[in-house]
């Protein structure tokens, strides 16, 4: 059945599901949201900076799996470091999914685009409801300089893909709020927050773009209401773009590549390219880049490089093992590859990444999210114990995060900064 739509404002109980099995409607704001299993979510991270005791850089602090996929009712702390572990089956990689969707949302992208699979969201026992609709809910939570700032996206998968209900809320008040009220339009129906002579304004909103993005387009900001929407709905574009989802795939690393943009795709298919513009351009995290991955490659290296191939039009990746040897990547394992993959990316940053980086925000409030499913994949424990101090070190100076799943996390343990979410399998 399609999730209910968020409550309205003035409402005092939630639409009940005519299907027993489905979720219940999204839970109130709380002041301290929950973690895995109903544990309080752990404050890992010190806040300084903007409103007093939150971030001045927008950052997402959870993610709420209402209904999607096999989750239900799941509320995962996330920590500048977070680790989701889990056996196979538990959820991470949809987790995963679900956050890089609303981080595409943010950016502005449609649903057709965001979920080319719709019904694979859809939690496998929800039964259909009269009008045959079914339907997934996910949101997050952003804190930065407006507070804790929480998204609620409601998504009819079937018998067709429209938003049917979002919510977004800062200290328990709605400051937006959507829902579907006649099937036959494309449009829902928007509540935005004024405080003015009337208290709501009242506009129709498209179904297949997520209205919170599109707030700054359609608020004056004359009042001090609209201008408390407009900052809560910036604070959570901000926090949710700038995401680059990496899964760096060996078996495409080996090859030379053509030259091109020099911005690293996901599965760091291009890594001979990116080494060819990066080198050149700061000494310094080079200098950082060969230091890791002389940690986690086997034998001497004193450089990481690119050099032209065959006619030139193409660049290969090389080793300098310093005494006149070099090193095809072609020749290096796949944990070797991977490492030094995730290494470069966690070095870099969205001028490097291939990311959607707000270019209205200054750089000095943007933050990278690094989602990396597999973290830990063919990598050794010294190259994954390497990899995972140099996440802490970068993250610990807050513009960049990562969200990384791995299928155990016992030698994570006694890392400094590292949050771990232990994801249970239903």
Not at 214 to 219: E, F, W
Not at 237 to 245: D, G
Not at 328 to 335: M, P, Y
């Amino acid at each position: 059945m399609t999730p209910p739509p968020p409550p309205r404002p003035d409402t005092s109980t939630s639409p009940t599901p005519s299907d027993p099995a489905a979720p219940a409607a999204p839970a109130a704001p709380t002041a301290q949201p929950t973690g895995v299993g109903g544990r309080p979510r752990p404050l890992t991270e010190g806040r300084t900076g903007g409103t007093v005791g939150h971030p001045d850089r927008p950052r997402v602090t959870e993610l709420l799996l209402s209904a999607f996929a096999g989750h239900r009712g799941v509320a995962l702390p996330l920590g500048a470091l977070t680790l989701l572990t889990g056996p196979s089956g538990s959820g991470k990689t949809s987790a995963l999914r679900a956050y890089e969707a609303l981080a595409r949302l943010g950016g502005g992208a449609e649903l057709g685009e965001t979920f080319p699979e719709p019904g694979a969201c859809v939690p496998e026992r929800s039964r259909a409801d009269a009008q045959r609709r079914r339907g997934f809910r996910i949101g997050c939570t952003a804190d930065g300089p407006e507070g804790p700032v929480r998204l609620e996206v409601a998504v009819q998968a079937e018998p067709g893909l429209r938003i049917v209900g979002e919510r977004l809320t800062a200290n328990g008040v709605v400051l937006l709020e959507t829902a579907l009220r006649d099937p036959g339009r494309r449009t829902v129906q928007a509540a935005w927050h004024t405080a003015g002579a009337t208290p709501v304004t009242r506009a129709p909103l498209p179904d297949d773009r997520l209205g919170t993005a599109l707030l700054p387009l359609r608020v004056a900001g004359k009042t001090y209401g609209q201008r408390r929407v407009l900052a809560a709905a910036e604070q959570m574009v901000v926090a949710l773009r700038s995401v680059f989802p990496c899964d760096p795939r060996p078996e495409r690393m080996r090859d030379p590549v053509p030259t091109g943009t020099g911005r690293l795709l996901g599965g760091c298919d291009n890594l001979a390219d990116v080494l060819w513009r990066t080198r050149a351009e700061c000494g310094r995290r080079h200098a950082l880049l060969v230091e890791a991955v002389r940690a986690g490659c086997a034998g001497p290296v004193t450089d990481l490089l690119a050099e032209p191939y065959d006619t030139g039009h193409l660049v290969r990746a090389l080793l300098d093992r310093g005494d006149g040897t070099r090193t095809d990547l072609r020749r290096l394992g796949d944990g070797e590859l991977r490492y030094a993959a995730l290494a470069l990316v966690l070095l870099t940053g969205p001028g490097v990444l291939e990311v959607d980086a707000p270019g209205e925000v200054p750089a000095a409030l943007q933050t990278l999210t690094v989602l990396a499913d597999g973290l830990d994949r063919a990598l050794d424990p010294g190259q994954r114990g390497e990899l995972l101090r140099l996440a802490a070190r970068m993250c610990e100076r807050g513009h960049i995060r990562l969200v990384g799943t791995v299928s155990d996390a016992s030698w994570a343990v006694g890392v400094s900064g590292v949050t771990v979410v232990h994801l249970d399998r239903d």
